[in-house]
């Protein structure tokens, strides 16, 4: 058990260590441009699926608060609604998966940051919104294309990480602890039914 132990520590070291960091790190402000970044993938989950669904995104905002918002028309109100947190946790799992399981580290930055700076020009408006996201996917490309891919590999795994970690803990203060605000989970309660608690506790389940 011992050695099974150490085997486990020196082949996930990276993993905890990061895990650690992120942890220590969340109630400070050192994490909030990561922070605000996994609200934008979260965002992007549910402009994605509204298109995919066959709806419009009509625009795409975050904010220096942490918070953002998709409006759109038409899709299928029950995919677009659970995409945000699922698929942040989908996109997480993804980017640290590829991070750790391929050398595409620099192609996977260059896309994300393309997709970003797509995305901004279709649909982002608001001065803030719009300078964020564009220096973010400027500094992606920039690090696929001058950075190693170790670096690369690296900061992939920490987008991924925090994302998988952001979602449980945002799915419990915005539908759990404040089960009051107007969250996906209450937007898809007065459109679908059901209660709040439930689809966030439905949500932090998955």
């Known amino acids: 058990m011992r050695r099974t132990l150490s085997e486990f ?6 993993l905890l260590l990061l895990v650690t960091l992120i942890l220590l790190l969340w109630p400070t402000r050192a994490l909030i441009p ?10 992007l989950s549910h402009a994605l699926v509204t298109l995919l669904t066959g709806g419009e995104v009509i625009s795409l905002d975050i904010n ?54 797509v995305t901004t020009a279709l649909y982002v408006r608001e001065w803030f919104a719009l300078a964020f996201c564009i220096v973010t996917g400027a500094l992606m490309i920039a690090a696929a294309k001058f950075l190693s891919r170790e670096v690369n590999d690296l900061v992939l795994r920490l987008i991924g990480l925090t994302s998988m970690i952001y979602v449980p803990m945002d799915i419990f203060s915005d539908t759990i602890a404040r089960s009051h605000l107007r ?19 439905l949500w932090l389940g998955i």
């Open 9 to 14: 520590l020196k082949g996930h070291w990276q």
């Open 183 to 201: 969250s996906d989970a209450r937007m898809l309660a007065e459109e679908i039914g059901g209660l709040t608690l439930f689809w966030g506790m």
């Open 64 to 117: 220096a608060s942490e918070g953002g918002q998709v409006i759109s028309r038409g899709g299928n109100r029950f995919l677009t609604l659970s995409a945000g947190y699922v698929g942040s946790l989908a996109i997480g799992l993804a980017l640290f998966f590829l991070a750790v399981r391929t050398r595409l580290d620099r192609s996977l930055m260059a896309v994300l940051g393309a997709t970003i700076l």
């Open 34 to 43: 990561l922070k605000i970044l996994i609200v934008l993938l979260h965002e």
